[in-house]
Protein backbone atom coordinates (compact mmCIF):
# COMPACT_ATOMS: atom_id res chain seq x y z
CA UNK A 1 0.00 0.00 0.00
CA UNK A 2 1.38 3.68 -0.96
CA UNK A 3 2.21 5.90 1.14
CA UNK A 4 -0.55 9.23 1.11
CA UNK A 5 1.02 12.53 -0.66
CA UNK A 6 2.45 14.81 1.70
CA UNK A 7 1.83 18.38 1.54
CA UNK A 8 5.46 19.26 1.15
CA UNK A 9 5.27 16.42 -1.96
CA UNK A 10 2.33 18.32 -3.63
CA UNK A 11 3.82 21.43 -2.77
CA UNK A 12 7.23 21.06 -4.78
CA UNK A 13 5.67 19.16 -7.38
CA UNK A 14 3.53 22.60 -7.69
CA UNK A 15 6.38 24.77 -7.90
CA UNK A 16 8.48 23.07 -10.48
CA UNK A 17 5.05 22.26 -12.43
CA UNK A 18 4.94 26.83 -12.13
CA UNK A 19 8.84 27.17 -12.64
CA UNK A 20 8.19 28.98 -9.28
CA UNK A 21 10.80 28.88 -5.79
CA UNK A 22 10.16 29.07 -2.51
CA UNK A 23 13.14 31.76 -2.74
CA UNK A 24 10.19 34.24 -4.77
CA UNK A 25 8.31 33.91 -1.06
CA UNK A 26 10.80 36.71 0.44
CA UNK A 27 12.21 38.24 -2.29
CA UNK A 28 11.94 42.51 -2.49
CA UNK A 29 9.37 42.30 -5.82
CA UNK A 30 7.22 39.97 -7.20
CA UNK A 31 6.10 39.19 -10.61
CA UNK A 32 2.73 39.14 -11.87
CA UNK A 33 2.21 37.49 -15.47
CA UNK A 34 -1.55 39.07 -17.39
CA UNK A 35 -0.90 37.35 -20.13
CA UNK A 36 1.41 38.60 -22.33
CA UNK A 37 2.30 41.21 -19.88
CA UNK A 38 4.01 41.20 -16.53
CA UNK A 39 3.47 44.14 -13.58
CA UNK A 40 6.48 43.97 -11.00
CA UNK A 41 4.95 44.76 -7.44
CA UNK A 42 6.90 45.08 -4.07
CA UNK A 43 6.52 41.99 -2.24
CA UNK A 44 5.02 43.97 1.04
CA UNK A 45 5.16 42.33 4.16
CA UNK A 46 1.45 41.26 4.22
CA UNK A 47 1.95 39.74 0.81
CA UNK A 48 5.39 37.49 2.06
CA UNK A 49 3.03 36.21 5.58
CA UNK A 50 -0.01 35.03 3.14
CA UNK A 51 2.44 33.49 -0.27
CA UNK A 52 3.36 30.27 1.40
CA UNK A 53 -0.49 29.53 2.22
CA UNK A 54 -1.78 30.96 -1.09
CA UNK A 55 0.21 28.31 -2.85
CA UNK A 56 -1.51 25.78 -0.20
CA UNK A 57 -4.22 26.63 -1.37
CA UNK A 58 -3.72 25.80 -4.87
CA UNK A 59 -2.54 22.71 -3.94
CA UNK A 60 -5.36 21.74 -2.02
CA UNK A 61 -7.97 23.12 -4.27
CA UNK A 62 -6.48 22.05 -7.32
CA UNK A 63 -7.12 25.27 -9.26
CA UNK A 64 -4.49 26.35 -11.88
CA UNK A 65 -2.10 29.32 -11.77
CA UNK A 66 -3.52 30.62 -15.16
CA UNK A 67 -5.83 33.71 -15.02
CA UNK A 68 -8.82 31.50 -14.75
CA UNK A 69 -7.05 29.56 -12.42
CA UNK A 70 -6.20 32.87 -10.51
CA UNK A 71 -9.42 33.88 -10.52
CA UNK A 72 -10.75 30.89 -8.86
CA UNK A 73 -8.73 31.05 -6.13
CA UNK A 74 -8.66 34.75 -5.42
CA UNK A 75 -12.65 34.38 -5.02
CA UNK A 76 -12.26 30.86 -3.24
CA UNK A 77 -9.84 32.78 -0.92
CA UNK A 78 -12.28 35.91 -0.09
CA UNK A 79 -14.90 33.41 0.41
CA UNK A 80 -13.46 30.96 2.73
CA UNK A 81 -11.58 34.04 4.43
CA UNK A 82 -8.98 36.39 4.20
CA UNK A 83 -7.45 37.95 7.26
CA UNK A 84 -5.21 40.91 6.20
CA UNK A 85 -4.61 43.63 3.21
CA UNK A 86 -3.12 42.11 1.00
CA UNK A 87 -4.75 39.17 1.07
CA UNK A 88 -7.95 41.40 0.18
CA UNK A 89 -6.28 43.21 -2.92
CA UNK A 90 -4.69 40.62 -4.47
CA UNK A 91 -7.72 38.62 -4.24
CA UNK A 92 -10.24 41.65 -5.33
CA UNK A 93 -7.28 41.86 -8.76
CA UNK A 94 -7.68 38.46 -9.41
CA UNK A 95 -11.62 38.30 -9.20
CA UNK A 96 -12.02 41.94 -10.75
CA UNK A 97 -10.13 40.26 -13.72
CA UNK A 98 -11.91 36.58 -13.60
CA UNK A 99 -15.41 38.21 -13.90
CA UNK A 100 -14.04 39.25 -17.40
CA UNK A 101 -11.63 36.16 -18.81
CA UNK A 102 -13.50 33.21 -16.43
CA UNK A 103 -17.25 34.87 -15.24
CA UNK A 104 -18.69 30.92 -14.41
CA UNK A 105 -15.63 29.71 -12.93
CA UNK A 106 -14.74 32.30 -10.71
CA UNK A 107 -18.53 32.63 -9.39
CA UNK A 108 -18.22 28.51 -8.80
CA UNK A 109 -15.26 29.05 -7.21
CA UNK A 110 -16.70 31.47 -4.81
CA UNK A 111 -19.19 29.22 -4.14
CA UNK A 112 -17.65 26.21 -3.84
CA UNK A 113 -16.10 28.03 -1.09
CA UNK A 114 -18.84 27.64 1.32
CA UNK A 115 -18.00 26.10 4.88
CA UNK A 116 -14.64 25.92 4.02
CA UNK A 117 -12.21 27.98 5.92
CA UNK A 118 -8.46 29.38 4.54
CA UNK A 119 -4.89 28.29 6.04
CA UNK A 120 -5.30 32.42 7.25
CA UNK A 121 -7.43 31.49 9.46
CA UNK A 122 -6.76 28.12 10.64
CA UNK A 123 -3.03 29.21 12.11
CA UNK A 124 -1.74 26.31 12.12
CA UNK A 125 1.89 25.81 12.13
CA UNK A 126 3.59 26.05 8.67
CA UNK A 127 6.06 23.32 8.81
CA UNK A 128 2.67 21.64 10.42
CA UNK A 129 1.29 21.87 7.66
CA UNK A 130 3.93 20.63 5.26
CA UNK A 131 4.66 17.21 6.96
CA UNK A 132 0.18 16.49 6.82
CA UNK A 133 -0.89 13.91 4.23
CA UNK A 134 -2.82 16.17 1.31
CA UNK A 135 -6.06 14.64 2.13
CA UNK A 136 -5.98 15.42 5.98
CA UNK A 137 -4.84 19.00 5.05
CA UNK A 138 -8.08 18.94 2.49
CA UNK A 139 -10.50 18.12 5.66
CA UNK A 140 -9.51 20.42 8.43
CA UNK A 141 -10.21 23.08 5.79
CA UNK A 142 -13.55 21.88 4.39
CA UNK A 143 -12.33 20.86 0.82
CA UNK A 144 -13.21 17.76 -0.80
CA UNK A 145 -10.80 14.64 -1.14
CA UNK A 146 -10.32 15.89 -4.75
CA UNK A 147 -9.90 19.78 -4.24
CA UNK A 148 -12.94 21.81 -5.75
CA UNK A 149 -11.20 22.99 -9.19
CA UNK A 150 -14.27 21.98 -11.94
CA UNK A 151 -11.49 21.83 -14.36
CA UNK A 152 -7.93 20.62 -14.88
CA UNK A 153 -5.54 22.87 -13.48
CA UNK A 154 -3.98 25.03 -15.87
CA UNK A 155 -0.54 26.67 -16.15
CA UNK A 156 0.18 30.04 -15.95
CA UNK A 157 1.68 31.59 -19.36
CA UNK A 158 5.33 31.52 -18.32
CA UNK A 159 5.20 28.39 -16.79
CA UNK A 160 7.76 25.70 -18.44
CA UNK A 161 6.92 23.69 -21.18
CA UNK A 162 5.60 20.32 -19.90
CA UNK A 163 7.74 17.19 -19.99
CA UNK A 164 6.39 14.95 -23.06
Not at 36 to 59: E, M, Q, Y
Not at 76 to 95: D, I, K, P, Q, S
Request: proline fraction near 7%; include cysteine; hydrophobic fraction near 50%.
Amino acid sequence: MSQPITVRAALAAFLAQNGFSTDAYDAPTVEIPFGPFTVKLPNSDGRKRIVRLHDLHHVTTAYGTDLAGEAEIGAWELRAGCTNVAGYVYNLMAVALGLFVAPLRTWRAFRAARGATTLYRLGVDYDALLAMPVATLRAKMGVPPGGVASQAARLHAAAPPRAA
